[in-house]
């Protein structure tokens, strides 16, 4: 979930993204950010560069949601 962050008030729900190991995976690779379209949201995209540094997991690369933003 995304939230925006305010020093004073209520902090807004921006939307949310979920990405599987698989995508996770998949962006590492390509070593360039990729652009996601939020969820729970009319409109909105978040972009993202991952850097997986191990390969190791314990977790298969199934369709599991592993992170969600």
């Not at 995304?2 to 390509?30: A, M, N, P, Q, Y």
Request: charged share 20%; no cysteine.
């Amino acid at each position: 979930m995304l939230w925006d962050h305010e020093s004073f008030g209520v902090k807004g729900f921006l939307g949310s993204v979920t990405l599987t190991l698989e995508d996770i995976h998949r962006v590492s690779s390509l070593d360039a950010s990729q652009s996601y379209q939020l969820q729970g949201v009319k409109t909105g995209a978040v972009e993202i560069k991952v850097k997986v540094i191990s390969g190791e997991s314990k977790v298969s690369l199934d369709s599991y949601p592993l992170l969600s933003l």
